[in-house]
């Protein structure tokens, strides 16, 4: 993440909003008597919101951890020949 003063930020607002909004990639700005903030893309934000949702949700969580466990001891549903051909249309 850079790093940029308030003052550089706001002399360069135009080419610091592309950055975020365009290459996803958020800013640090520093301000000398008080805190520091960051720029991000709302679709980062909203990206970000939906992952902290996910990890919060133990259920949720908990299904997850049991469909990586059955998929690494390949427990899982498998489909027939005739079903995999439906599925891709051969």
């Known amino acids: ?3 940029v003063s ?3 930020f706001r002399d ?3 080419s610091y909003v592309e950055q975020v909004v365009n290459k996803h990639i958020p800013i640090k700005v520093t301000r000398r008597a008080g805190q520091d903030f960051v ?3 709302a679709d980062d934000w909203e990206r970000e919101q939906e992952t902290l949702y996910v990890l919060q949700n133990n259920d949720l ?3 997850i951890a049991a469909s990586i466990g ?3 001891e390949e427990t899982g549903y498998k ?3 005739e ?3 439906e599925i891709t249309g051969v």
């Open 61 to 63: 969580m908990k299904q």
């Open 70 to 72: 059955s998929h690494l």
């Open 39 to 41: 720029v991000v893309s």
């Open 79 to 81: 489909p027939t020949a």
């Open 6 to 8: 308030v003052n550089k």
């Open 12 to 14: 360069n607002l135009k």
């Open 83 to 85: 079903e995999v051909d």
């Open 1 to 3: 993440m850079d790093t």
